[in-house]
């Protein structure tokens, strides 16, 4: 194999290592169906959407849309709490659908998904939540500083 040869397979193996990072970090390819909402907590007060103390990771909801049935399984990634299920759902894909409130909206975020973000509740039933980047929740998680405001990553 050629010099050239070589620094050409090394250009396409660092480009794909840097596609599968940015696919990995922005969640771009994710199982059919599946949603993982990463969200941050902050170690002081909110005002608005800055942390006046230290982010730190919190919560991760997942979201699990079985169309044919028209169900969306939700639960807390680590937590012991049980796994709810939204029956009653309108799904166009897994990152697109809208579900009736069953009474489960006070142990999640939402019960309705537009373009793969999280419509907040008016309810004022479903739970508070400051979304991250999937990127940004594991810098946090390792103690990295990623700066006090949370705006919709």
């Known amino acids: 194999m050629s010099g050239l040869q070589r620094v050409s397979w090394s250009l396409v193996s660092v480009l794909a290592l840097l596609l599968a990072f940015a696919l990995w970090a922005t969640d771009g390819v994710t199982l059919k169906g599946d949603r ?57 894909s897994g990152r697109n659908w809208q579900c009736e409130d069953n009474g489960t909206l006070a142990t999640t975020i939402a019960r309705e998904m537009r373009h793969g973000k999280p419509v907040k509740d008016e309810s004022g039933r479903a739970i508070i939540f400051h979304q991250v980047s999937k990127l940004r929740w594991h810098l946090l998680l390792y103690g990295i500083p990623t700066g006090n405001v949370v705006s919709e990553d």
Request: charged share 25%; proline share 5%.
């Open 36 to 92: 993982t909402i990463y969200t941050a907590e902050c170690d002081g007060d909110w005002q608005g959407d800055t942390c006046l103390g230290i982010l730190v990771p919190s919560e991760r909801y997942r979201f699990v849309a079985r169309r044919k049935s028209g169900e969306v399984l939700v639960w807390t990634a680590g937590s012991p709490r049980p796994s709810n299920k939204y029956t009653r759902c309108n799904i166009v």
